[in-house]
């Protein structure tokens, strides 16, 4: 995971994730991260559009926003 959140601060990257908060609610939330520490990442949260901090042992599952394509 660690790898992934270092590619996506280099890359620029959008992420989705779900998240787990301090009161036990689930959330689903579309981020692009700033900042990387030991423990925690600060991150642009395009769900509340502003900067957030999220712990990393609250992260339930976390990818690459994948493009639809859609055609014939």
């Given at each position: 995971?660690?790898?992934?959140?270092?590619?996506?601060?280099?890359?620029?990257?959008?992420?989705?994730?779900?998240?787990?908060?301090?009161?036990?609610?689930?959330?689903?939330?579309?981020?692009?991260?700033?900042?990387?520490?030991?423990?925690?990442?600060?991150?642009?949260c395009?769900t509340?559009?502003?900067?957030?901090?999220?712990?990393?042992?609250?992260?339930?599952?976390?990818?690459?926003?994948?493009?639809?394509?859609?055609?014939?």
């Amino acid at each position: 995971m660690k790898g992934l959140l270092k590619r996506a601060v280099v890359n620029g990257e959008v992420l989705e994730m779900f998240y787990l908060n301090r009161k036990g609610e689930i959330s689903q939330r579309r981020i692009k991260i700033l900042k990387l520490s030991d423990e925690s990442f600060s991150a642009y949260c395009f769900t509340r559009n502003q900067q957030r901090t999220f712990k990393l042992g609250n992260i339930l599952s976390i990818g690459l926003v994948r493009k639809v394509r859609r055609g014939a």
